[in-house]
């Protein structure tokens, strides 16, 4: 099975301050894309970063970057700054280069950003 | 419009009972996915449409599950004789089709069955 694990159910972080969610993954493919989505109370999810398997350099996007390890099958997202709007819940994501919007997600974990 | 909206957002259904759930993509958007999401869990991935072409159902959960998307804009997805089980936040996502495209989420339509 195509797994994504996100060890830490739950999060806190003081506003300003940095903080790195974890997820590992398992695959048999070689072509594949990972995925950090946020998720509100409003239930939409939002694409924070992407990162594609075959590029060895790290994505970044403003405040959050990931540390993508491909050997390890592991990809966390780092969070600096925090702010009082990072607060959501966060899920890890894997797609298949040939099912791309087959979307393989973890169990989320939840981001508190203490004020 | 703006985004991937989905109607109703939210529905209450008796048990037995069949529901409709409605997604309109991103205009001009042709690869769409629908997945559920039950409570303090991940989406899960239920099928997916590249125009009118239903590609892949291998998520839908069992036979009372039914997803069409006729003119390859808007799409529904139908539940018939609605379970508890079925309980949970559908959500549909567009993409512009080709890998590496983002993919856009709507709101969810979250369906509560009693």
């Known amino acids: 099975a195509q797994t994504v694990t996100q060890s830490q159910p739950e999060m806190s972080v003081q506003e300003a301050e940095t903080v790195t969610l974890s997820c590992t993954y398992d695959?048999?493919?070689?072509?594949?894309?990972l995925f950090w989505y946020k998720q509100p109370p409003s239930r939409q999810m939002i694409l924070v970063i992407r990162?594609?398997?075959?590029?060895?350099q790290n994505a970044t996007e403003n405040r959050f970057s990931v540390n993508f390890q491909k050997a390890a099958k592991s990809f966390s997202l780092k969070i600096s700054d925090s702010q009082l709007g990072d607060a959501a819940m966060y899920f890890c994501?894997?797609?298949?280069?040939?099912?791309?919007?087959?979307?393989?997600f973890g169990q989320g974990t939840i981001l508190t950003v203490h004020p | 419009g703006a985004g991937v909206s989905q109607s109703p957002r939210y529905k209450v259904a008796k048990r037995g009972q069949d529901v409709a759930l409605r997604c309109d993509p991103i205009?001009?958007?042709?690869?769409l996915f629908w997945y559920q999401q039950a409570l303090g869990q991940g989406p899960e991935f239920l099928t997916y449409?590249?125009?009118?072409?239903?590609?892949?159902k291998s998520g839908l959960p069992s036979d009372r599950f039914f997803a069409e998307r006729p003119e390859g804009s808007v799409s529904t997805l139908k539940i018939q004789r609605t379970q508890q089980e079925d309980s949970a936040v559908y959500l549909c996502?567009?993409?512009?089709?080709?890998?590496?495209?983002?993919?856009?989420f709507g709101e969810g339509s979250w369906l509560t069955v009693v």
């Open positions: 996502a567009s993409s512009a089709g080709s890998s590496g495209n983002t993919i856009y």
């Open positions: 695959t048999s493919e070689s072509d594949y894309y």
């Open positions: 990162q594609e398997a075959y590029k060895q």
């Open positions: 994501a894997r797609a298949g280069g040939t099912s791309y919007g087959k979307l393989t």
């Open positions: 205009s001009g958007h042709v690869s």
């Open positions: 449409f590249q125009n009118e072409a239903q590609l892949d």
